[in-house]
């Protein structure tokens, strides 16, 4: 946790994140200590540097009082263009194995404008489910191509056979949990 940021400017902070080509996910939060003025909130950008060593800066979303956190995915951004951003002119250090989140702060009416960049968007409980769906499918599809009948059966003492109603009837109960509660795994 990084809770002391290098004042930029004066609404502008960035952060410091060696070894960034390690990390995946960045999580940005408010201490809760001191929120921001009223009708002002946080553009959260993030800043690596090029193959040039040239710094490129990416939208990555905002937090505010009313939504104090956001967890950002940065992996897939380490190759993509930079977007407009409002640390332009600021002569920020840059080194190749350190990357930056930038906070400017700014009125909330200009952050419900700003369009972050696609992949930064970390996985919501939706497309979790989707991915499990789609994974069931694909396992259950994969499983079944492998069915034969009894009269196709031949002995064999080192295979152990399942029959298909039990994998129908597992893929059944999986996809209700799912359905019901789409966490119902970490319990």
Not at 13 to 33: A, C, K, Q, R, S
Request: charge should be negative; charged fraction near 15%; hydrophobic fraction near 40%.
């Amino acid at each position: 946790v990084q809770a002391a940021p290098q004042q930029v400017a004066e609404d502008k902070f960035v952060f410091d994140l060696p070894d960034y080509e390690n990390i995946n996910h960045v999580v940005v939060f408010m201490l809760g200590t001191i929120p921001f003025p009223e009708g002002m909130g946080g553009s959260v950008y993030f800043c690596y540097p090029d193959q040039s060593g040239m710094a490129v800066w990416q939208l990555l979303g905002f937090v505010t009082n009313e939504k104090p956190s956001a967890i950002f995915k940065i992996s897939g951004l380490k190759s993509g263009k930079g977007s407009q951003h409002p640390f332009g002119a600021m002569n920020l250090p840059q080194t190749p194995t350190v990357a930056q989140i930038g906070i400017s702060v700014e009125l909330l009416e200009n952050l419900a404008q700003q369009t972050p960049v696609a992949s930064a968007a970390v996985s919501s409980v939706d497309s979790f489910t989707e991915f499990t769906q789609k994974m069931l499918d694909n396992f259950y599809n994969f499983a079944s191509s492998f069915a034969v009948t009894q009269a196709q059966m031949t002995p064999n003492p080192s295979e152990a056979f399942i029959p298909a109603n039990v994998v129908l009837k597992w893929y059944e109960n999986f996809q209700r949990r799912l359905t019901q509660n789409p966490l119902f795994w970490k319990t």
